[in-house]
T-cell receptor, first 111, second 112 residues
Framework: GDSVTQMEGPVTLSEEAFLTINCTYTATGYPSLFWYVQYPGEGLQLLLKATKADDKGSNKGFEATYRKETTSFHLEKGSVQVSDSAVYFC??????????FGKGTMLLVSP | EAQVTQNPRYLITVTGKKLTVTCSQN?????MSWYRQDPGLGLRQIYYSMNVEVTDKGDVPEGYKVSRKEKRNFPLILESPSPNQTSLYFC???????????FGPGTRLTVL
């Protein structure tokens, strides 16, 4: 079955540091890939997505590239802010019935 | 404003007392889904619906029921809640099964 593995947290960074959160997946066919973000006390919001190999999703300074050869979709940001502190979820959709989520990675950014 | 709403946002109840968590979307989405979020386990799908009167089990359906009588509503029913159903619940909807899912704000349920 489909699965998503993402790095465990928390990831602790200082403001303006470079962020990478690793995500790898196993899936049948050609899934769409997503990053969702959950701010404290809120629901999940779509951060970015990519629907085919070599696509790059980007939003709010975050980027991720769909790498089929390494089955990866790593999230990056060049300079994090305190307001980026949240839990980040990598997910995939094979188009059958469900989103499959990773377990989430908490990001803590200090001033 | 396009949104998914859930009610209640917080609920404390006792074992065995039937409860319903409502979910409504105003985007005319066909696909709706319920997830539960638990520490260290991420989000797991409970049930989903492809359209009115079409529902199916997700990964963790035991102890839950759903119905889809109208396109906009997808209530989650716990007929006899137990403490292991204490969790944070999210409803989501999308235009199609492949589409981007939009999440509600969550319902935090505690079963004593």
């Amino acid at each position: 079955g489909d699965s998503v593995t993402q790095m465990e947290g928390p990831v602790t960074l200082s403001e303006e540091a470079f962020l990478t959160i690793n995500c790898t997946y196993t899936a049948t066919g050609y899934p769409s890939l997503f990053w969702y973000v959950q701010y404290p006390g809120e629901g999940l919001q779509l951060l970015l997505k990519a629907t085919k190999a070599d696509d790059k999703g980007s939003n709010k300074g975050f980027e991720a590239t769909y790498r089929k050869e390494t089955t990866s979709f790593h999230l990056e940001k060049g300079s994090v802010q305190v307001s980026d502190s949240a839990v980040y979820f990598c997910a995939l959709n094979s188009g059958y019935s469900t989103l499959t989520f990773g377990k989430g990675t908490m990001l803590l950014v200090s001033p | 404003e396009a949104q998914v709403t859930q009610n209640p946002r917080y609920l404390i109840t006792v074992t065995g007392k039937k409860l319903t968590v409502t979910c409504s979307q105003n985007m005319n989405h066909e696909y709706m889904s319920w997830y539960r979020q638990d520490p260290g386990l991420g989000l797991r799908q409970i049930y989903y619906s492809m359209n009115v009167e079409v529902t199916d089990k997700g990964d963790v359906p035991e102890g839950y029921k759903v119905s889809r009588k109208e396109k906009r509503n997808f209530p989650l029913i716990l007929e006899s809640p137990s403490p292991n159903q204490t969790s944070l619940y999210f409803c989501a909807s999308s235009l199609s099964v492949e589409g981007t899912q939009y999440f509600g704000p969550g319902t935090r349920l505690t079963v004593l």
